[in-house]
């Protein structure tokens, strides 16, 4: 009796040790959550603030040029209306000035004549003589008002100029907020990679469940073999059933938490997976924001421009773990990763895309390229220089490469007739080469550079 009742002993205080792990486990997962769920908020309010402020640049744009449109109309139409006013009075001044100067010759007539009967008509001589100097002083009069129409004609075209220089302006301060807006591209590939660092704090949740089912197996191989032990003591002391019959009350308990735990990992892969969709499309929105200012200074209306080449999220979807409360193996299964793959290979899935992001970023290399008349020179600290040899024709700006997309923005100087900056070309390698192909479902960003060569330029 007092060898079973030592065994006992032995029994429960095992029993009490696998429950203080389960405990322990139950803990770490809860930690974890906890974690995921805080980055989970991070993000959203991050990703929030990046959406106020792109609808802010939008608005504030978008007021913007229709403002100052309306102010080149109307100063357009004006000057029309002053030109062809001035246009009218300079006619009708010519036309006095032809009568006035057909009055002239035709009083010089009368005077020839005059002369001849100079005796006879002394008085009707001074009268020519005072029509003559009335005349001349119309003429005089109608050269003045000639005069002041031609220095109005000249301050209208001052204030073309004005107009021109403004619109100059105007087209500046457009493309400095294009590159505002690329900023902010950028800032939401940031946080794009943020959220694969959760993804990755995920996956190693996910493999610290694994462990912990796997140690919840050996535990319940354990269990077995104590229940073994609590049937033969059985059957040695009826004074020890009780004691069984609570030990397995206490596997219930854990079976039962156990499932708890596999479900509330389920629900917490569908929730990733609604977060990962939700971010794929509000990426959608932001791509086709920043491609309709950068196509507005080329007077080519687009529609929404889809950019699927520029950095599209991986959509990955989480099949979880499925837990059936009435099978005891099946809850002690743990989750199968992403898509059915192991959380090692989906680190080195998300190191292969980020080594094709590397390379994509890398399609044009520092150096001197030629395509025709023109000679390129691309700086590495993302300025540019094109010069026309044909014509002279210098122009330099500042260049950004993402996604296989280049932007070519802040222009000094003209290449060539035709080329309007920004101009917004997909780059397409071509061995130490590349082509410049057309941008969007129009093909009009790109202007007259499309299909256009760049080999490298022999030093």
Do not use: W
């Amino acid at each position: 009796m007092a060898a079973s009742l030592a065994a006992l002993k032995t029994a429960s205080g095992e029993l009490t040790d696998i429950q203080s792990r389960i405990e322990s486990s139950s803990g770490d997962l809860a930690g974890l959550d906890e974690r995921r769920e805080s980055a989970m908020a991070e993000f959203d309010k991050e990703l929030a603030a990046l959406a106020e402020q792109r609808t802010d640049a939008e608005t504030a744009l978008s007021t913007e040029l229709t403002g100052m449109t309306a102010q080149i109309e109307a100063a357009r139409q004006d000057f029309e209306s002053e030109l062809a006013a001035l246009a009218e009075r300079r006619d009708v001044a010519l036309t006095e000035a032809e009568n006035v100067e057909a009055s002239l010759n035709e009083a010089n007539n009368q005077l020839a004549q005059s002369t001849a009967q100079l005796e006879s008509q002394r008085s009707t001589l001074s009268g020519l003589d005072q029509e003559i100097a009335n005349r001349e002083a119309r003429r005089e009069e109608t050269q003045t008002a000639l005069t002041e129409v031609m220095k109005e004609v000249e301050t209208v075209g001052a204030r073309l100029k004005e107009a021109r220089d403004q619109e100059s302006t105007l087209r500046e301060t457009l493309s400095a907020l294009q590159a505002e807006a690329a900023t902010l591209s950028k800032e939401l590939a940031e946080a794009e990679t943020r959220i694969q660092q959760a993804r990755s704090t995920e996956a190693q949740a996910q493999e610290k469940s694994a462990e912990i089912s796997s140690s919840v197996a050996e535990l319940e191989d354990r269990k077995q073999q104590l229940e073994s032990e609590l049937s033969e003591l059985d059957l040695r002391s009826s004074d020890l059933r009780s004691d069984v019959s609570a030990a397995e009350e206490q596997r219930t308990n854990v079976q039962t938490e156990l499932k708890d735990m596999t479900a509330l990992l389920q629900t917490r892969s569908d929730e990733l997976l609604k977060v990962e969709q939700r971010i794929i499309e509000q990426q959608d929105a932001a791509d086709s924001a920043t491609a309709e200012p950068a196509e507005t200074p080329s007077g080519d209306p687009e529609a929404s421009t889809t950019t699927e080449e520029q950095n599209a999220a991986p959509q990955i979807e989480d099949s979880g773990t499925s837990a059936d409360p009435s099978d005891e193996d099946t809850a002690e299964a743990t989750p199968s990763g992403v898509d059915g793959v192991s959380p090692n290979q989906a680190a080195q899935s998300q190191s292969d895309r980020a080594d094709a992001e590397q390379s994509t970023k890398a399609t044009i290399e520092p150096g001197t390229y030629r395509t025709g008349d023109i000679l390129a020179h691309f700086e590495a600290d993302g300025t540019f220089n094109m010069r026309n040899e044909q014509s002279g024709d210098n122009v330099a700006g500042e260049y950004f490469l993402e996604a296989e997309v280049v932007t070519l923005s802040s222009p000094v100087g003209a290449l060539r007739q035709g080329v309007n900056f920004p101009l917004r070309c997909v780059v397409e390698p071509d061995g130490e080469a590349f082509i410049l192909r057309a941008f969007g479902p129009e093909g009009l960003a790109c202007g007259p550079l499309t299909d256009a060569a760049y080999a490298k330029a022999q030093p």
